[in-house]
């Protein structure tokens, strides 16, 4: 468990984050490989664009944008509510091939991420999370997995 407190802005946590995992997968700090690595909290989003998303996708965008094609490292975050920001996603999922499938579907994440549009960056990559209203708010979950 990382933190129980995360804070801030989203893509700020997102780049974080992946600066952890690439951390995990080359050093082997702060924890060795295999490594799952929980943190909770709530971040916020300064809307800048027309797009649509929620925290929790635009910190796995900003993840994704920073672990770049990277093997063995996947980054999930999600709200426990089952509800991220104004979409039906409960959040996203990211590894070191997303922006290259992206890419492959003509798809800018930076320019995605500067419209806040990371809903429909990972609506047509498949990467949405969805569990539907559960009826708790707890916290936002991001989690690391290294292998």
Do not use: C, H, W
């Not at 994704?64 to 999930?76: C, E, P, Q, R």
């Amino acid at each position: 468990m990382l933190t129980s407190t995360l804070e801030g802005e989203a893509r700020y946590a997102g780049v974080t984050l992946a600066s952890i995992a690439r951390e995990v997968s080359v050093s082997g700090n702060p924890v060795p490989k295999p490594a799952g690595i929980v943190a909770g909290g709530e971040t916020t989003v300064t809307v800048a664009g027309k797009g649509l998303g929620g925290r929790n996708q635009e910190i796995v965008l900003a993840a994704a944008l920073k672990l770049g094609d990277m093997d063995g490292v996947v980054i999930a975050s999600l709200s426990t509510d089952g509800v991220d920001g104004p979409t039906d996603a409960a959040g996203a999922i990211a590894d070191g091939k997303t922006l290259v499938r992206g890419a492959e579907m003509e798809l800018s994440a930076d320019e995605i991420l500067a419209e806040n549009n990371s809903y429909n960056f990972f609506s047509k990559l498949g990467d949405l999370v969805f569990t539907g209203p559960t009826g708790t708010n707890v916290n936002d979950i991001s989690v690391i997995v290294v292998v």
